[in-house]
């Protein structure tokens, strides 16, 4: 199957930093990828959605001028976590979109896990 | 608004069967899937129906009524390694983001 990697897998920052999380899908081109959190115990939460080439569209409630997402290239997409502090500490999970002729389907990346202290 | 109803857990035991149900309420529908997800990993895909009928891969089975916005998700021969979180995910429309349920907790016991 297709493969997304993320990177970093881990982050440790200090509060006011900004941290890059970068998504890749390895073996395909994807020119839509997605950005969730799940925090502890709860669900996905669809942040942002990427467009290859355009301004990402932000889910409801979501600061865009704190998570700059840019999807400059098929196969790469970037979230920065801007100014973070302790509250931003979640998991965070790319997926990519692979569309062929006849189907489609999103393949998520391992996440990064990302602590502000 | 948009939701997705699954139980928060569920308990079986070592080589039975299990459903876990989801219902859902969105404003558009074009298919459903099922992800499974351990414990500090990502989830992964294990099925997906857009139209009504049981669609099945192995050991795991996933049904959709469309009329009744409605499916579930069926375990069988259940094993250890099944303990996990599931989450059922609606795609609203065709090629467009996913909206996940709040996942459903298995416990297997032995």
């Known amino acids: 199957g297709a493969v997304v990697s993320q990177h970093p897998s881990w982050v440790i920052c200090k509060s006011g930093t900004s941290v890059k999380i970068e998504c890749r899908s390895l073996?395909?081109?994807?020119?839509?990828m997605f950005w969730y959190r799940q925090f502890p115990k709860q669900s996905l939460m669809l942040m942002a959605t990427?467009?290859?080439?355009?301004?990402?569209?932000?889910e409801q409630g979501v600061e865009k001028d704190k998570f700059l997402i840019n999807h400059a290239s098929l196969t790469l997409s970037t979230l920065t976590v801007t100014s973070a502090h302790p509250e931003d500490s979640s998991f965070y999970i790319c997926?990519?979109?692979?569309?062929?002729?006849?189907?489609?389907?999103?393949?998520f990346g391992p996440g990064t896990r990302l602590t502000v202290t | 608004g948009q939701s997705l109803e699954q139980p928060s857990e569920v308990t079986a035991v070592e080589g039975a069967i299990v459903q876990i149900n989801c219902t859902y309420q969105?404003?558009?529908?074009?298919?459903l899937s099922w992800y499974q997800q351990h414990d500090g990993g990502a989830p992964t895909f294990l099925s997906y129906?857009?139209?009504?009928g049981l669609e099945e891969t192995g050991r795991f089975s996933s049904f959709l009524s469309r009329s009744d916005s409605y499916g579930y998700l069926l375990l069988q021969e259940l094993q250890m390694k099944d303990s996990a979180s599931y989450f059922c995910a609606v795609e609203e429309r065709r090629d467009d983001k996913i909206i996940f349920g709040k996942g459903t907790r298995l416990h297997i016991l032995p």
């Open positions: 997926s990519a979109l692979l569309k062929d002729r006849s189907s489609y389907e999103q393949y």
């Open positions: 990427s467009n290859e080439g355009s301004k990402a569209t932000y």
């Open positions: 129906n857009a139209l009504d």
């Open positions: 073996d395909f081109q994807a020119t839509t």
């Open positions: 969105t404003s558009g529908f074009y298919g």
